[in-house]
């Protein structure tokens, strides 16, 4: 049952990872891929809750420490270990996730271990699946097993005769010794640093703090080749040989080894100088300290750390291409150089080796770690940094689009024509651009000009009387008849005289004519009306069922809203108004 349970379980991480990477619970953005791994004990057997781990037929050959004599130096100690596995057979007898523990060493009264996973597996500083050289690949239940890896990782055991929880910094070195014998010898090695914790439950790989960390160094099918095992010599008993390097390092002392003066900083064209914003503080580049170019953060900046490239300019991304150091991705800095010396912390001037913490798209990998010097990253930000202001970014990106669309709006907008009443210089369908700017600013009106207004309030009760209803948003279109001081004289039959001009017959008369006639039943007869100021008389060039001003009185200037410039549509009709 145990089993079962243990196969449902890893299924449903497999599932909640595949979901994860595919952005459906809403994690982070990007462009880019991002790793999905096998949290530590779901590919384990279990005895009584705990895993079946074993340093059965592992040994310690041979230890040489180093000590560092000079009270100035930012090492501690240095230590070598040979470690004896047992052999390429006994290995392979062990399942995914399962692995050999070397006995413990010591390196300036720090405890670590080596483990060995020969079908993959590993990393207990990370329950979830964005840890670093977790597992393995997780695929598609439906594709197999996920692919096996040899992996190789440095655990911290504590402080020597001291079971209280300790923290150390340290870089080390992890190297597997090559047996081939179809070509030439080679060994495998893998180096990094962390800042070691002594619990589990320290562990927190995303602000650089780790109890055991590592890499696996090759895939599990080409591990018989490396160690020059044949067909037929599959029970040779030979060990596997692993060599282990730690450093212990003195981070007081290294910060407190003079810097040099004469960094050039204006590759990274910063202000070193006046107060700091908000805006200024959220886009610090977290090597600086107090904006003094000639210092780093050291807590910041570190071995083990995740940090991300920043532009400050496009002409900077070619060679940030060329580098490796892709901007907007996540880094965890494997290892620190200065003059070709281990550091722990940044300096101005340092080295970083570089490999991103999630795979990414074919086309921006390569070999891993890059190693990219300081200055030649424009900027240097945290993930969470980043994450706020590509956040605020978006977000002010987004309120610009709609900032610029709402001004656009009340510049110009489009309007559909729904009735006969223009016919035929407008026609039902017609798309119309319309000018909304011009009519705020030029308050003039003129006679002939084809104007939309708001609806004034007689003809809302016109509208209602009739059964219908009237939006904020509706638009009437009609030409100006008549301008302010001009004599309006409306006929029952419908006709219009503007200054005892006829500007019906010939003008508005040219759409097919309604044949009850049933427009005459509004029209409202005038004669000799003066039209007053800040008022037009409009009406509709299908005059035989339009329903304008002969009806509902002048215009209110104030009420027009806008001018029709161009049709957009139908094209063939496409071009300005008249």
């Not at 018989?224 to 282990?244: C, K, R, W, Y």
């Not at 490999?355 to 424009?378: D, M």
Request: with cysteine.
């Amino acid at each position: 049952m145990l089993n079962l349970a243990n196969e449902w379980i890893t299924l449903v991480v497999i599932v909640v990872s595949t979901l994860s990477c595919s952005g459906v619970f809403g994690f982070l953005p990007v462009p880019l891929s991002r790793g999905n791994f096998f949290p530590a004990g779901l590919q384990t057997r279990q005895l009584n809750g705990l895993f079946q781990i074993s340093n059965e037929g592992s040994m310690i050959t041979t230890a040489e420490a180093v000590n560092i004599p000079d009270s100035n130096s930012p090492i501690f100690q240095r230590t070598n270990v040979t470690v004896s596995f047992p052999s390429f057979l006994e290995l392979m007898d062990l399942r995914q996730g399962e692995c050999i523990i070397s006995k413990p060493f010591v390196c300036h009264d720090h405890r670590f271990c080596v483990k060995l996973y020969p079908r993959g597996g590993g990393h207990s500083s990370s329950f979830s699946n964005d840890g670093f050289g977790m597992a393995y690949k997780v695929t598609s239940p439906l594709k197999g097993r996920p692919e096996e890896r040899v992996g190789m990782y440095l655990q911290y055991l504590g402080k020597r005769n001291d079971d209280a929880p300790s923290t150390v910094d340290a870089t080390f070195a992890l190297r597997l010794k090559g047996r081939q014998r179809s070509s030439r010898k080679f060994d495998v090695e893998w180096r990094a640093g962390m800042r070691f914790v002594s619990t589990v439950e320290a562990s927190n790989l995303q602000q650089g703090y780790a109890n055991d960390f590592g890499a696996h160094l090759m895939q599990t099918t080409l591990f018989q080749d490396f160690l020059g095992i044949s067909n037929d010599s599959m029970d040779d008993p030979t060990p596997v040989i692993a060599e282990v390097e730690v450093i212990i390092h003195n981070k007081e002392k290294e910060e407190q080894q003079p810097l040099l003066n004469n960094i050039n900083s204006t590759s990274r064209n910063e202000n070193t100088s006046g107060t700091t914003s908000f805006f200024g503080a959220l886009g610090k580049d977290i090597r600086q300290v107090d904006r003094q170019p000639s210092s780093h953060d050291t807590e910041e900046v570190r071995v083990g750390k995740i940090v991300v490239p920043i532009l400050t300019n496009l002409s900077q991304r070619p060679k940030m291409f060329q580098l490796g150091a892709y901007p907007g991705v996540e880094y965890r800095i494997l290892r620190i150089l200065k003059d070709d010396q281990e550091r722990f912390t940044s300096c101005p001037g340092a080295d970083y080796e570089l490999k991103p913490i999630y795979p990414l798209v074919a086309q921006l990998e390569r070999p891993w770690p890059v190693t990219v010097n300081e200055r030649e990253i424009p900027r240097l930000y945290t993930p969470s940094t980043y994450n706020l202001i590509s956040a605020v970014g978006s977000l002010f990106t987004a309120a610009t689009g709609l900032f610029t669309a709402f001004v656009i709006s009340q510049a110009i907008s489009l309007f559909f024509i729904p009735s006969k009443s223009m016919d035929p210089t407008l026609q039902v369908g017609d798309v119309l651009l319309v000018d909304k700017v011009s009519p705020r600013v030029m308050r003039q009106q003129r006679v002939n000009d084809i104007v939309l207004f708001s609806p004034p309030s007689k003809l809302q009760e016109i509208v209602a009387k009739s059964g219908g209803k009237l939006s904020s948003r509706d638009l009437f279109v009609k030409r100006i008849a008549a301008a302010p001081g001009d004599t309006v004289t409306v006929k029952a039959n419908g006709d219009v005289y503007v200054n005892d001009d006829d500007v019906v017959t010939g003008q508005r008369d040219l759409c097919e004519a309604e044949p009850l006639r049933l427009i005459e039943k509004y029209i409202k007869p005038t004669k000799d009306e003066v039209i007053e100021m800040d008022y037009v008389f409009v009406m509709g060039d299908c005059s035989s069922v339009s329903v304008d001003s002969r009806v509902w009185g002048p215009l209110e200037t104030k009420q027009i809203v806008g001018r029709p410039i161009v049709r957009l549509w139908p094209l063939e009709k496409f071009g300005p108004l008249k």
